[in-house]
Antibody
Framework: QVQLVQSGAEVKKPGASVKVSCKPS????????ITWVRQAPGQGLEYVGW??????NHAQRFQGRVTMTTDTSTSTAYMELRGLTSDDTAVYYC??????????WGPGTPVTVSS | QSALTQPASVSGSPGQSITISCTGT?????????VSWHQQQPGKAPKLILY???NRPSGVSNRFSGSKSGNTATLTISGLQAEDEADYYC??????????FGGGTKVTVL
Protein backbone atom coordinates (compact mmCIF):
# COMPACT_ATOMS: atom_id res chain seq x y z
CA GLN A 1 0.00 0.00 0.00
CA VAL A 2 1.41 3.34 -1.04
CA GLN A 3 1.72 5.97 1.68
CA LEU A 4 3.39 9.36 1.74
CA VAL A 5 4.46 10.83 5.06
CA GLN A 6 5.05 14.57 5.18
CA SER A 7 6.78 16.77 7.74
CA GLY A 8 4.81 18.70 10.31
CA ALA A 9 3.18 22.11 10.29
CA GLU A 10 5.41 25.16 9.97
CA VAL A 11 5.04 28.79 11.01
CA LYS A 12 7.38 31.23 9.30
CA LYS A 13 7.91 34.96 9.18
CA PRO A 14 7.72 36.92 5.92
CA GLY A 15 10.95 36.67 3.97
CA ALA A 16 11.94 33.35 5.52
CA SER A 17 12.24 29.95 3.82
CA VAL A 18 10.46 26.67 4.47
CA LYS A 19 11.53 23.15 3.57
CA VAL A 20 8.89 20.44 3.48
CA SER A 21 9.79 16.75 3.35
CA CYS A 22 7.89 13.83 1.85
CA LYS A 23 8.78 10.21 2.47
CA PRO A 24 6.86 7.68 0.38
CA SER A 25 6.61 3.98 1.06
CA UNK A 26 5.03 1.00 -0.67
CA UNK A 27 6.83 1.41 -3.99
CA UNK A 28 10.30 1.91 -5.41
CA UNK A 29 11.07 5.57 -4.77
CA UNK A 30 13.13 6.07 -7.92
CA UNK A 31 10.48 4.60 -10.21
CA UNK A 32 8.05 7.48 -9.98
CA UNK A 33 8.13 11.25 -9.85
CA ILE A 34 6.94 13.41 -6.99
CA THR A 35 4.61 16.32 -7.63
CA TRP A 36 4.06 19.22 -5.24
CA VAL A 37 0.68 20.96 -5.06
CA ARG A 38 -0.51 23.63 -2.66
CA GLN A 39 -3.90 24.83 -1.45
CA ALA A 40 -4.40 28.21 0.16
CA PRO A 41 -7.15 28.49 2.79
CA GLY A 42 -10.56 28.18 1.13
CA GLN A 43 -8.98 28.04 -2.32
CA GLY A 44 -8.37 25.45 -5.00
CA LEU A 45 -5.39 23.30 -5.85
CA GLU A 46 -2.33 24.92 -7.38
CA TYR A 47 0.52 23.09 -9.11
CA VAL A 48 3.94 23.94 -7.66
CA GLY A 49 6.29 21.54 -9.46
CA TRP A 50 7.56 18.00 -9.92
CA UNK A 51 10.81 16.09 -9.80
CA UNK A 52 11.77 12.77 -11.35
CA UNK A 53 15.19 11.24 -11.89
CA UNK A 54 16.90 14.60 -11.65
CA UNK A 55 14.50 16.30 -14.01
CA UNK A 56 12.63 19.22 -12.50
CA ASN A 57 9.69 21.30 -13.64
CA HIS A 58 7.86 24.01 -11.77
CA ALA A 59 5.12 26.53 -12.36
CA GLN A 60 6.38 29.81 -13.76
CA ARG A 61 5.12 31.81 -10.80
CA PHE A 62 7.62 30.07 -8.50
CA GLN A 63 10.59 30.76 -10.75
CA GLY A 64 13.65 31.51 -8.63
CA ARG A 65 11.90 30.77 -5.33
CA VAL A 66 11.38 27.02 -5.27
CA THR A 67 13.86 24.17 -5.07
CA MET A 68 12.84 20.53 -5.28
CA THR A 69 15.27 17.75 -4.43
CA THR A 70 15.32 14.06 -3.63
CA ASP A 71 17.58 12.00 -1.40
CA THR A 72 17.65 8.48 -2.78
CA SER A 73 19.58 7.20 0.23
CA THR A 74 16.60 7.95 2.46
CA SER A 75 13.88 7.84 -0.23
CA THR A 76 12.78 11.32 0.70
CA ALA A 77 11.70 14.26 -1.44
CA TYR A 78 12.00 17.89 -0.39
CA MET A 79 10.44 21.15 -1.50
CA GLU A 80 11.97 24.43 -0.34
CA LEU A 81 10.22 27.74 -0.91
CA ARG A 82 12.11 30.98 -0.26
CA GLY A 83 11.07 34.60 0.17
CA LEU A 84 7.82 33.68 1.86
CA THR A 85 4.91 36.11 1.90
CA SER A 86 1.43 35.80 3.38
CA ASP A 87 0.26 34.59 -0.04
CA ASP A 88 2.32 31.44 0.50
CA THR A 89 0.18 30.43 3.48
CA ALA A 90 -1.24 27.11 2.34
CA VAL A 91 -1.28 23.37 2.79
CA TYR A 92 1.51 21.84 0.72
CA TYR A 93 0.88 18.35 -0.64
CA CYS A 94 3.32 15.92 -2.16
CA UNK A 95 2.03 13.15 -4.40
CA UNK A 96 3.30 10.17 -6.38
CA UNK A 97 3.00 10.47 -10.12
CA UNK A 98 1.54 7.58 -12.08
CA UNK A 99 -0.10 7.36 -15.51
CA UNK A 100 0.65 11.06 -16.04
CA UNK A 101 -1.62 11.81 -13.11
CA UNK A 102 -1.16 13.05 -9.58
CA UNK A 103 -1.98 9.59 -8.27
CA UNK A 104 -1.32 9.10 -4.55
CA TRP A 105 -1.58 12.16 -2.33
CA GLY A 106 0.21 12.83 0.94
CA PRO A 107 -1.68 14.21 3.95
CA GLY A 108 -0.37 17.74 3.46
CA THR A 109 1.86 20.09 5.45
CA PRO A 110 0.29 23.36 6.65
CA VAL A 111 2.59 26.33 6.23
CA THR A 112 1.60 29.63 7.84
CA VAL A 113 3.43 32.84 7.02
CA SER A 114 2.80 35.52 9.59
CA SER A 115 4.69 38.33 11.25
CA GLN B 1 -0.86 28.37 -17.53
CA SER B 2 -4.40 29.43 -16.60
CA ALA B 3 -6.52 27.25 -14.38
CA LEU B 4 -9.07 24.99 -16.02
CA THR B 5 -12.66 26.24 -15.80
CA GLN B 6 -15.16 24.38 -13.64
CA PRO B 7 -18.58 25.41 -12.33
CA ALA B 8 -18.36 26.64 -8.75
CA SER B 9 -21.15 24.39 -7.54
CA VAL B 10 -23.42 21.57 -8.63
CA SER B 11 -26.21 19.99 -6.63
CA GLY B 12 -28.50 17.01 -6.95
CA SER B 13 -30.86 14.78 -5.02
CA PRO B 14 -29.91 11.31 -3.83
CA GLY B 15 -30.10 8.81 -6.69
CA GLN B 16 -29.81 11.43 -9.41
CA SER B 17 -26.91 11.87 -11.83
CA ILE B 18 -24.89 15.05 -12.02
CA THR B 19 -22.16 16.23 -14.36
CA ILE B 20 -19.22 18.54 -13.78
CA SER B 21 -17.50 20.16 -16.74
CA CYS B 22 -13.83 21.09 -17.01
CA THR B 23 -12.84 23.37 -19.85
CA GLY B 24 -9.30 24.05 -20.93
CA THR B 25 -7.42 24.70 -24.13
CA UNK B 26 -5.63 22.78 -26.83
CA UNK B 27 -2.49 23.10 -24.66
CA UNK B 28 -3.97 20.97 -21.93
CA UNK B 29 -7.36 19.21 -21.94
CA UNK B 30 -7.85 19.43 -25.70
CA UNK B 31 -4.38 18.14 -26.50
CA UNK B 32 -4.04 15.52 -23.79
CA UNK B 33 -5.58 12.21 -22.79
CA UNK B 34 -4.01 12.73 -19.37
CA VAL B 35 -7.03 14.28 -17.71
CA SER B 36 -7.80 13.25 -14.17
CA TRP B 37 -10.34 14.03 -11.46
CA HIS B 38 -9.81 14.34 -7.71
CA GLN B 39 -12.29 14.29 -4.84
CA GLN B 40 -11.59 16.28 -1.69
CA GLN B 41 -13.68 15.77 1.41
CA PRO B 42 -13.69 18.64 3.94
CA GLY B 43 -10.45 18.84 5.88
CA LYS B 44 -8.84 15.97 3.99
CA ALA B 45 -6.27 15.52 1.25
CA PRO B 46 -7.53 15.09 -2.30
CA LYS B 47 -8.07 11.58 -3.66
CA LEU B 48 -7.75 10.51 -7.29
CA ILE B 49 -11.00 9.12 -8.70
CA LEU B 50 -10.34 9.09 -12.46
CA TYR B 51 -7.21 9.14 -14.65
CA UNK B 52 -6.63 8.91 -18.39
CA UNK B 53 -10.06 10.59 -18.73
CA UNK B 54 -12.06 7.43 -17.99
CA ASN B 55 -10.01 5.07 -15.84
CA ARG B 56 -10.84 4.42 -12.19
CA PRO B 57 -8.17 3.49 -9.64
CA SER B 58 -8.80 0.33 -7.69
CA GLY B 59 -11.48 0.82 -5.06
CA VAL B 60 -13.20 3.79 -6.66
CA SER B 61 -16.92 3.35 -7.21
CA ASN B 62 -18.12 2.72 -10.77
CA ARG B 63 -20.67 5.47 -10.16
CA PHE B 64 -17.88 7.84 -11.20
CA SER B 65 -17.27 8.07 -14.93
CA GLY B 66 -15.51 10.45 -17.27
CA SER B 67 -15.49 11.63 -20.85
CA LYS B 68 -13.86 14.25 -23.01
CA SER B 69 -14.84 16.17 -26.12
CA GLY B 70 -12.58 18.79 -27.58
CA ASN B 71 -11.30 21.10 -24.87
CA THR B 72 -13.88 19.99 -22.28
CA ALA B 73 -13.75 17.00 -19.96
CA THR B 74 -16.75 15.87 -17.96
CA LEU B 75 -17.15 13.96 -14.70
CA THR B 76 -20.45 12.17 -14.17
CA ILE B 77 -21.57 10.93 -10.78
CA SER B 78 -24.51 8.57 -11.09
CA GLY B 79 -26.74 7.38 -8.27
CA LEU B 80 -25.71 10.36 -6.16
CA GLN B 81 -25.13 9.52 -2.49
CA ALA B 82 -24.66 11.65 0.61
CA GLU B 83 -21.03 10.53 0.81
CA ASP B 84 -20.37 12.12 -2.60
CA GLU B 85 -20.71 15.59 -1.07
CA ALA B 86 -17.24 17.05 -1.56
CA ASP B 87 -15.13 19.31 -3.73
CA TYR B 88 -14.07 17.94 -7.10
CA TYR B 89 -11.06 19.09 -9.11
CA CYS B 90 -10.06 18.24 -12.63
CA UNK B 91 -6.45 18.32 -13.73
CA UNK B 92 -4.61 17.91 -16.99
CA UNK B 93 -1.06 17.28 -18.06
CA UNK B 94 0.03 20.10 -20.38
CA UNK B 95 2.15 20.54 -23.46
CA UNK B 96 4.90 22.11 -21.34
CA UNK B 97 5.10 19.06 -19.05
CA UNK B 98 3.31 20.58 -16.08
CA UNK B 99 -0.02 19.91 -14.47
CA UNK B 100 -2.87 22.42 -14.34
CA PHE B 101 -5.90 22.16 -12.07
CA GLY B 102 -9.44 23.38 -12.30
CA GLY B 103 -10.81 25.85 -9.79
CA GLY B 104 -12.90 23.15 -8.12
CA THR B 105 -16.60 22.33 -7.95
CA LYS B 106 -18.54 21.95 -4.72
CA VAL B 107 -21.06 19.13 -4.96
CA THR B 108 -24.05 19.35 -2.65
CA VAL B 109 -26.45 16.47 -2.09
CA LEU B 110 -29.86 17.94 -1.43
Amino acid sequence: QVQLVQSGAEVKKPGASVKVSCKPSGYTFTSHGITWVRQAPGQGLEYVGWIYNGKINHAQRFQGRVTMTTDTSTSTAYMELRGLTSDDTAVYYCARDLYYSVYDWGPGTPVTVSS
Amino acid sequence: QSALTQPASVSGSPGQSITISCTGTTSDVGGSDFVSWHQQQPGKAPKLILYYVTNRPSGVSNRFSGSKSGNTATLTISGLQAEDEADYYCSSYTDINTWVFGGGTKVTVL
